[in-house]
């Protein structure tokens, strides 16, 4: 009677797929903790550098760290401590830089109202013109009766020479842009020639600025004049004494900003 084979009973594999959902469950965990620690951290080289080093780990398949995460962009887009250093700095040095140098060009135009200042006290022209350091600059004021007649804006002959003058105390080294303004009280005007104030004293600033630019070291180019009327008075015109200050010329040299 032929033997019957025994059959060996082998023991059963155990299952092992759980492994697959478990690793994978673990390289999230790993990439989780690498973002967060990249996001506590500004050195980006060194979070690619930790990531690249992680990654080249794993084998078989397609890691986490191979596709390209919004993360990086947004740890990126972090604000730059070093950068808004160094922006603070050169915006304080270029602070420092625009007060020295409007310290500097008051200080030149401070020279220049002595100057200017030195020629009024020697030709004794105290109540002709006047100097005055402004935020706009340094203005000269010339009062009006001096080179022009009632209702006329042709500087008369006499004073012709005085405007001479005056043009060369603007002559200067570095050459700035100047303004020419007329002024006049508050009395009405009306004849053939002009039909207000604001015409008259419009005419007055540009022939009295024809005369400053008879000098040719002066630049044109730097030159402008404009009328006022009796629109920007500096004292009221209630008095002769008071319209006699308001009628003149001002020369407001600009300081080079």
């Known amino acids: 009677m032929a033997r019957k084979k025994k059959h060996q009973h082998h023991e059963e594999h155990v299952d092992e797929s759980w492994l697959i959902p478990y690793a994978d469950l673990l390289t999230l965990l790993l990439a989780l903790f690498i973002v967060l620690f990249a996001a506590s951290s ?10 690249n080093s992680f990654n080249s780990q ?7 760290m191979e596709y390209q995460s919004p993360i990086p962009e ?3 887009s972090l604000p730059n401590h070093e950068n808004d250093k ?3 700095q050169e915006n304080v040095k270029d ?10 060009e008051q200080e030149e135009l401070q020279e220049l109202q002595s100057k200017i200042n030195s020629y009024i006290t020697a030709n004794k022209l105290d109540l002709e013109l006047k100097t005055k350091l402004t935020d706009e600059g340094l203005l000269i004021t010339l009062m009006n009766d001096t080179f022009f007649n009632s209702g006329s804006a042709v500087v008369r002959s006499a004073d012709v020479k005085l405007a001479r003058e005056i043009s060369d105390l603007l002559v200067m080294d570095l050459p700035r842009n100047i303004i020419v303004s007329g002024h006049t009280d508050n009395v009405p005007i009306k004849n053939s020639q002009f039909d207000n104030n604001w015409h008259l004293s419009v ?4 022939n ?3 005369i400053l630019l008879e000098n040719n070291e ?15 008075p500096v004292a009221p015109n209630d008095t002769k004494e008071n319209k006699q200050k308001n009628r003149r010329v001002e020369i407001l040299i600009l300081p080079n900003r």
């Open 74 to 76: 947004k740890i990126e």
């Open 208 to 210: 009295f600025m024809k």
């Open 42 to 51: 500004i050195d980006m080289k060194k979070f690619y550098q930790l990531a």
């Open 218 to 232: 002066l630049d044109p180019q730097k030159f402008s004049a404009k009328g006022y009327g009796e629109f920007q």
């Open 203 to 206: 005419i007055r600033a540009v």
């Open 58 to 64: 794993f084998t078989g398949g397609t890691g986490v």
């Open 95 to 104: 602070s420092d830089l625009e007060a020295l140098q409007k310290q500097k």
């Open 86 to 88: 160094q922006n603070t």
